[in-house]
């Protein structure tokens, strides 16, 4: 993948609102679940956890519709960085299934064994520990996932899986805007990108191209480009997938 590090960079899923790092998050996290750990003794039942996965082109304004949805849902947020760093430190996927283990002893086993039989995709050790950090953080909390093909490694019975598209044009003068650029330059970066989002989906998950047949609801964001809008009708789909209700919908 080409390294635009010495440039201006586009924060994937960054769009103007001050956000906890990574690695400041997983810090948090961390505390809390051992803290947990320490606390909960095991379970005697296992719920399962269904959780909302967003897929998005860069611009596309996915985190922004994320931040309404967790108003909605009351959900976490988790994206691509977090994900990616949480990847890289084994140790800190690890404590999340302790966590997980001393509530429901074997249980993270019997899941991640099912999900290497089920995906053919589960070829090398980055995406195996990937994998198990996606499953692992979506049994322990309902979370609204960004990016990172996290709808291909959850089963499908147990997520919302969205897509969120919008033109080129509308992507670009987003980009142009957050990075204060003209649109010119805002175009190379995004092709370099969307260069890039291609390569890891094709590397990760063996796919030359993402199909709308992988998820359940398409939102066109030209089309219904507010934010808060594109949330009520996720949250919606969602309560009709699920069967929930979320009392404090805004």
Same mark, same amino acid.
Request: proline content about 2%; hydrophobic content about 40%.
């Given at each position: 993948?080409?390294?635009?590090?010495?440039?201006?960079?586009?924060?994937?899923?960054?769009?103007?609102?001050?956000?906890?790092?990574?690695?400041?998050?997983?810090?948090?996290?961390?505390?809390?679940?051992?803290?947990?750990?320490?606390?909960?003794?095991?379970?005697?039942?296992?719920?399962?956890?269904?959780?909302?996965?967003?897929?998005?082109?860069?611009?596309?304004?996915?985190?922004?519709?994320?931040?309404?949805?967790?108003?909605?849902?009351?959900?976490?947020?988790?994206?691509?960085?977090?994900?990616?760093?949480?990847?890289?430190?084994?140790?800190?996927?690890?404590?999340?299934?302790?966590?997980?283990?001393?509530?429901?002893?074997?249980?993270? !086993?019997? #899941?991640? &064994?099912? *999900?290497?039989?089920? /995906? $053919?995709?589960?070829?090398?050790?980055?995406?195996?520990? +990937?994998?198990?950090?996606?499953?692992?953080?979506?049994?322990?909390?309902?979370?609204?996932?960004?990016?990172?093909?996290?709808?291909?490694?959850?089963?499908?019975? !147990?997520? #919302?899986? &969205?897509? *969120?598209?919008?033109? /080129? $044009?509308?992507?670009?003068?987003?980009?142009?805007?957050? +990075?204060?650029?003209?649109?010119?330059?805002?175009?190379?970066?995004?092709?370099?990108?969307?260069?890039?989002?291609?390569?890891?989906?094709?590397?990760?998950?063996?796919?030359?191209?993402?199909?709308?047949?992988?998820?359940?609801?398409?939102?066109?964001?030209?089309?219904?480009?507010?934010?808060?809008?594109?949330?009520?009708?996720?949250?919606?789909?969602?309560?009709?997938?699920?069967?929930?209700?979320?009392?404090?919908?805004?």
């Amino acid at each position: 993948m080409r390294n635009t590090s010495k440039e201006t960079v586009y924060p994937p899923g960054y769009y103007g609102k001050k956000m906890m790092s990574a690695s400041d998050w997983v810090g948090t996290q961390v505390r809390q679940w051992e803290q947990a750990q320490a606390e909960i003794k095991a379970a005697s039942h296992f719920s399962q956890k269904h959780c909302i996965c967003l897929s998005r082109g860069i611009g596309a304004g996915a985190m922004e519709v994320a931040d309404f949805l967790s108003g909605i849902t009351g959900y976490r947020v988790i994206d691509k960085e977090i994900i990616e760093h949480m990847a890289k430190d084994s140790s800190l996927t690890e404590k999340i299934i302790a966590t997980f283990d001393e509530r429901f002893p074997g249980k993270m !086993t019997e #899941l991640l &064994v099912a *999900l290497s039989v089920e /995906k $053919k995709f589960f070829k090398t050790d980055y995406v195996k520990q +990937l994998a198990k950090t996606v499953t692992a953080l979506a049994h322990t909390e309902p979370t609204i996932f960004v990016g990172r093909g996290t709808h291909l490694i959850l089963p499908r019975h !147990t997520i #919302l899986s &969205v897509q *969120l598209v919008c033109s /080129k $044009k509308h992507r670009i003068e987003k980009l142009a805007n957050t +990075l204060g650029i003209g649109n010119s330059e805002a175009e190379e970066k995004l092709n370099i990108i969307d260069d890039d989002h291609h390569e890891f989906f094709k590397k990760v998950f063996l796919r030359e191209k993402i199909s709308p047949d992988e998820f359940d609801l398409v939102v066109h964001m030209d089309h219904i480009a507010q934010g808060q809008q594109v949330a009520q009708i996720i949250a919606s789909a969602f309560e009709q997938k699920f069967q929930v209700n979320f009392k404090h919908k805004k």
